[in-house]
């Protein structure tokens, strides 16, 4: 079944926050995320789930990036590691009361990186979405997704989606559906196939795709940082996971047509994507 993404779909999935509510009840959130040289990626997902609604964030970042991070991002938690052990950070003890993880954005790959990253796709517990190179990573073996114990939304781009596959970018564009949607099967994951009408693929066989918003403008290194870091926030906090990605990339889409509107889409940045997010939200009448 294809469905279009809509605003009803969103405004079903997105519930309202309870009256008494606390930062412990709406989602917590463990983003493994950045390396030196890349903090912008973990600065922009990091903004961009905290902006979607996430009740804490807790970030486990390299050393080398903390100062950077901590002086840009006051409101999350984090978590130091020196950089050439990444691999030894105890990300089950970490994500012990956190409700969904984010893996990937700026992540770098190397040996370390591949060992922290295929730990926690076995090993989590809790909703997991995946990312740059977290799928990177992952497209060495990508049999070690059927693995995870819990739901796994990944996040590719074509080219990225293509390592995943394996074929050639010229051969995906007429066969987008088809693959998203055998891929998303046979693996058992949530898939957001980013691009012009990205598509979200189930394995129970549904598929969503986002036919009106989003433009040319969005096409810079970042935006994807931000879809994954509202995808992640959504499923965080409690949403249903499949409706989650299909939500948030609407909200995405939304706020970047209304930063386009601000700024044009040769000026607009990815930054300016996560500064309309409650623009959007306020649209759509969500939490207004």
């Known amino acids: 079944m294809i469905l279009p993404i809509d605003k009803n779909l969103v405004k079903s999935t997105i519930k309202k926050r309870p009256v008494e509510a606390d930062k412990t009840t709406v989602g917590s959130m463990l983003s493994v995320c950045g390396s030196y040289g890349m903090a912008g990626a973990a600065i922009m997902s990091s903004k961009a789930a905290l902006k979607s609604g996430i009740g804490l964030l807790k970030a486990a970042v390299p050393k080398s990036i903390y100062p950077i991070l901590a002086s840009c991002i006051p409101e999350a938690v984090f978590y130091p590691i020196d950089d050439n052990f990444l691999s030894d950070f105890d990300f089950a003890e970490k994500s012990k009361y956190c409700s969904a993880i984010l893996a990937g954005p700026g992540l770098s790959v190397n040996n370390a990186v591949k060992e922290l990253v295929e730990n926690i796709i076995l090993k989590s517990e809790i909703p997991l979405v995946l990312d740059a190179d977290a799928l990177n990573i992952v497209s060495e073996n990508t049999s070690i997704l059927s693995e995870c114990k819990a739901p796994v939304i990944i996040t590719p781009h074509d080219r990225e989606f293509c390592r995943l596959v394996g074929c050639y970018p010229d051969r995906l564009q007429n066969r987008r559906e088809e693959l998203a949607l055998k891929f998303s099967e046979r693996y058992n994951v949530i898939v957001v196939l980013k691009g012009h009408k990205t598509l979200v693929a189930s394995p129970s066989g549904e598929l969503y795709y986002n036919e009106q918003l989003g433009n040319p403008g969005m096409a810079a290194g970042g935006s994807g940082d931000v879809l994954s870091g509202i995808t992640a926030s959504f499923a965080?906090?409690?949403?249903?996971?499949?409706?989650?990605?299909?939500?948030?990339?609407?909200?995405?889409?939304?706020?970047?047509?209304?930063?386009?509107?601000?700024?044009?889409?040769?000026?607009?940045?990815?930054?300016?994507?996560?500064?309309?997010?409650?623009?959007?939200?306020?649209?759509?009448?969500?939490?207004?």
Not at 246 to 263: N, Q, T
Not at 269 to 276: F, M, N, Q, R, T
Request: with cysteine.
């Open 236 to 288: 965080a906090q409690g949403f249903d996971p499949f409706k989650s990605a299909a939500s948030a990339v609407y909200i995405h889409a939304l706020a970047g047509d209304i930063a386009k509107e601000k700024y044009g889409e040769f000026s607009m940045l990815p930054s300016d994507i996560i500064e309309c997010i409650h623009i959007a939200f306020k649209e759509l009448n969500i939490g207004y």
